[in-house]
């Protein structure tokens, strides 16, 4: 089966760090991505990670546990215009699995 | 600067027009999609294709249907259009082989039904 878990909503304070987890289920799993989406707009491309461990990006990490099916998207120094819904998506067979998103409001 | 073009942008159209939202894209990927989004909802895969003369349905049952005719163009057709299929939709590729097959989205059409 597919299924990826994340949270539906997180509030956080510009300047601070959040963490967005991600549990997924997939059939032919090969590797986990990462989108931002802002409202209204196309989802864009974040971080990928196929391996074990922590990618770091800038502000933007994500680390994957293949063992665990388990994945987070880490981001520092938020600011305001990081509000926006982020996307795990893991692959599956060929496709992509989308989860829900989670929508991050970041505050002053 | 885009590699994967939607058009139109917005549309607004009535009931029982027939209407092909255009996605087009440069990067001579085989896969495309076309995914639906509700606001604030999750994407719906609806339609992809591997490559040219190939195309499948996907998870989300829908009433439109796709063509492939060249690997660059991927339209899509609702022949009778409803306002239940307002919503906006997401055009995407991806590379054939390699382990990074990250998709890339269109700006998306988001599809007024009146």
């Known amino acids: 089966g597919q299924n990826i878990d994340q949270p539906t909503e997180m509030t956080a304070t510009e300047g601070a760090i959040v963490q967005i987890n991600c549990t997924y289920q997939?059939?032919?799993?090969?590797?986990l991505f990462w989108y931002q989406q802002h409202a209204g707009e196309a989802p864009t491309f974040l971080s990928y990670?196929?391996?074990?461990g922590l990618e770091e990006k800038g502000r933007f990490s994500s680390f994957l546990s293949r063992s665990k099916g388990y994945s987070y998207l880490l981001l520092k120094e938020l600011q305001m215009k990081d509000s926006a819904s982020y996307l795990c998506?893991?692959?599956?067979?060929?496709?992509?699995?989308f989860g829900t998103g989670t929508r991050l409001l970041v505050s002053p | 600067e885009a590699d994967i073009y939607q058009t139109p942008r917005y549309l607004v159209i009535g009931t029982g027009k027939k209407i092909t939202l255009e996605c087009s894209q440069t990067?001579?990927?085989?896969?495309m999609y076309w995914y639906q989004q509700d606001p604030g909802m999750e994407l719906h895969l609806i339609h992809y294709?591997?490559?040219?003369?190939?195309?499948e349905k996907g998870d989300l049952s829908s009433e439109s249907t796709v063509s492939r005719i060249r690997t660059e163009h991927f339209p899509l057709t609702l022949e009778s259009a409803r306002p239940s299929h307002t919503s906006q939709y997401l055009c995407?590729?991806?590379?054939?082989?390699?382990?990074?097959?990250?998709?890339?989205f269109g700006s998306g059409t988001r599809l007024t039904v009146v």
């Open positions: 995407a590729s991806s590379e054939q082989e390699g382990a990074n097959y990250g998709y890339t």
């Open positions: 997939t059939s032919g799993f090969n590797g």
């Open positions: 990670n196929v391996l074990d």
């Open positions: 998506a893991a692959t599956g067979f060929q496709k992509l699995v």
């Open positions: 990067m001579g990927h085989d896969k």
């Open positions: 294709s591997y490559g040219v003369n190939s195309t």
